[in-house]
């Protein structure tokens, strides 16, 4: 990736965090449980899940780590890995502009039903099916490292077990991240708040990873460049 891409993708995430915080803000004073987790919105815009929750999301995080170490964060070979667990990577030209007619974007699509499902299939060449699984689609064969991270993340999470992945509360989430409105929200019954408070959760734990490797990649490079030049580094 170029240098001006790069920045365009990182601005991009950061722009999203502070999308990510609005909610948080929105959800102030909500609170919600089910078994898997408890998930509390306080002033700081602060996201407690639960102990069984908090721990697999750990495991998750420290999962991915391995991989990317594993894989040198190669963009392709973590689209192998997606490929070898079962879940289809397509190649759709304009991809873009035809996910925007179903309310999607470009990397990880949850499950799909009806005309969702009906159109995505269709742009796929994967047949006309009135349900389809969790799939990648990009607009081109070899994507930004950074966008194939932040869904590998994102993936790796849902496969993980973990919350905000289905296919109805993606939906919402996907319409309130884009026009975040209180009223609206305070409409929806509590299973459906917790849904989203969970989507919320896993897509800010992905943006948070990919700007976490980002600056430590940046410092190792930084690193390695000193001692090529002077052959150390001081600490």
């Known amino acids: 990736m170029n240098i001006f891409r790069k920045i365009i993708r990182i601005c991009a995430l950061v722009v999203k965090k502070r999308r990510l915080r609005k909610m948080l ?19 700081g815009a602060n996201v407690t899940i639960n102990a069984k929750s908090k721990e697999l999301a750990s495991q998750v995080e420290q999962n991915v780590k391995l991989i990317v170490k594993q894989t040198n964060c190669d963009g392709e070979k973590l689209l192998g890995y997606v490929r070898a667990e079962g879940t289809k990577v397509y190649t759709v030209i304009n991809a873009e502009k ?30 006309l099916k009135l349900k389809t699984e969790p799939m990648f689609v990009f607009g081109k064969k070899n994507p930004e490292r950074y966008l194939v991270l932040y869904n590998f993340y994102k993936w790796f999470s849902m496969k993980s077990g973990l919350g905000g992945f289905e296919g109805e509360i993606v939906k919402k989430y996907n319409k309130f991240i884009k026009n975040i409105n209180k009223t609206d929200i305070n409409k929806l019954p509590l299973e459906e708040i917790l849904g989203l408070q969970e989507a919320i959760a896993r897509d800010n734990e992905a943006t948070d990873f990919v700007l976490n490797y980002e600056k430590e990649n940046e410092v190792s490079k930084k690193v390695s460049d000193k001692i090529t030049k002077d052959g150390g580094a001081s600490v």
């Open 25 to 43: 803000k929105t959800y102030r004073n909500t609170s919600a449980g089910n078994d898997l987790s408890k998930t509390i919105i306080s002033d």
């Open 98 to 127: 035809l996910l925007k007619y179903i309310g999607e974007e470009e990397g990880l699509i949850c499950e799909k039903k009806g005309f969702d499902a009906l159109f995505l299939s269709f742009i796929t060449m994967s047949g």
